[in-house]
């Protein structure tokens, strides 16, 4: 079995961006991954603005000690243009408003007393105080956002800010999704004996709805070789990625693994990971029909195979099948960001293999342990925040730091 880093390493070293870019609006591009950089064609902002709601001056006409009394020779609401500040005045000014030419420095409202048509400055300021300056934000010319950035909301505001209309993007990566197993049954149908409900179809399409992908979903596919390897041809001819839940073990109803062998080829199979050890790699032979536009012209599909315990598909989509698919889409970065905390629970213990612990963040910032960590227990999944990465062989002890990897960072 492959240690979990080297089986990770194994399938980014695998992929590559796919071919294939459209542009698309700006408010249309959440989670969507740039293929080219985001320039900044003005400063932000574009000019001299006021940080705060007070007065516009010019240092110089200031009394070097005390009070200073001014008549105020205009008012600038936010997105109008003011006019030269004349010496001896001083202009009414609100946050994000224009400073007029001449004015050095703005002073806050609090610090001044209004009368009628006069303003008296109670304040000193230093040549700059509360003015935004021009490009202070960004420069014009400036790389703001580089290809292979997957865009947040806020990214899409900063892209926004500098007037992008419309941004140019990877194609979104075309997945094909299938299920075996004679015990699944959908919900809504009846539930006959010795049958289960298909949660991870459920699962598995959220996940994959999440990552922006284009999803072709075949269902439940029967235990049957040549109905799997049937699916997989079809699979294969029009999309980047098939993925499969369940049937990568080895009974004699597990028919996902020779069925890829038969139609492509495996490189990678079982992990030493708990949960997750039957996970599957590698390739399908792709035909020479390409119906779907913009699908890569590789003449192989990407394969990866899931466990079917719905915990271990899980565990193992957001640990492998995410970066992988997010490489596939050109991010520059895939790699969800840990966090030490303190484990307040003992694991007695060890397994030889890398445990992938359910826990959640206590009221005292340490960690709790959920009591069952079966494979098959998806409640587990919901009341966790997140993932302990436990080397193998390693028994934990309470008060100790562990490496977590929260949800927010695996679901994103």
């Known amino acids: 079995m492959l240690a979990t880093a080297e089986a990770l390493a194994t399938l980014l070293g695998a992929a590559r961006p796919i071919d294939g870019t459209e542009s698309i609006p700006t408010l249309e591009a959440l989670n969507r991954v740039l293929s080219a950089d985001v320039t900044s064609p003005l400063d932000v902002p574009p000019m001299n603005t006021s940080a705060m709601d007070g007065y516009a001056i010019r240092t110089a006409d200031l009394a070097r000690e005390g009070a200073s009394r001014l008549p105020v020779s205009q008012r600038i609401p936010a997105g109008h243009a003011p006019t030269p500040l004349q010496p001896g005045t001083a202009a009414r000014i609100f946050t994000g408003a224009t400073v007029p030419p001449g004015a050095d420095a703005v002073v806050m409202q609090e610090q001044t007393e209004a009368s009628g048509d006069h303003v008296t400055i109670l304040h000193t300021p230093q040549a700059g105080e509360w003015i935004t300056v021009q490009g202070a934000d960004i420069r014009s010319g400036s790389v703001i956002l580089p290809a292979g950035t997957r865009l947040s909301p806020q990214a899409l505001g900063l892209a926004a800010s500098v007037g992008c209309a419309r941004l140019e993007v990877r194609r979104r990566v075309q997945v094909a999704v299938f299920f075996t197993g004679d015990e699944l049954t959908m919900p809504g149908e009846p539930l006959e004996p010795g049958a289960i409900y298909n949660s991870n179809r459920f699962t598995l399409r959220g996940l994959l709805e999440k990552l922006g992908c284009e999803i072709t979903d075949y269902g439940i ?61 590698g390739a399908v032979r792709r035909g020479v029909s390409r119906e779907r536009a913009g699908a890569s012209a590789s003449a192989e599909t990407f394969f990866i195979g899931l466990p079917g315990n719905p915990v271990s598909s899980f565990a193992t989509f957001l640990l492998f099948v995410r970066p992988f698919v997010l490489s596939l889409a050109g991010a520059r970065s895939v790699a969800p960001r840990a966090l030490s905390l303190r484990a307040d629970f003992t694991q007695s213990k060890a397994d030889r293999r890398n445990e992938f612990l359910r826990a959640r963040i206590n009221e005292a910032g340490g960690l709790d342990l959920f009591p069952n960590q079966s494979s098959a227990v998806l409640t587990s999944t919901v009341w966790g925040d997140g993932l302990i990465d436990n080397p193998p062989n390693h028994a934990i002890s309470a008060g100790e730091t562990v490496r977590f990897i929260p949800f927010s960072e695996l679901l994103n």
């Open 221 to 281: 596919v029967a235990d049957k070789l040549e109905v799997t390897r049937a699916t997989l041809r079809e699979a294969a001819r029009t999309h980047d990625l098939i993925l499969t839940c369940g049937g990568v073990s080895v009974g004699e109803e597990d028919h996902v693994k020779p069925a890829v062998e038969a139609e492509g080829r495996l490189s990678m199979w079982q992990i030493a990971m708990k949960p997750g050890k039957p996970l599957a790699f």
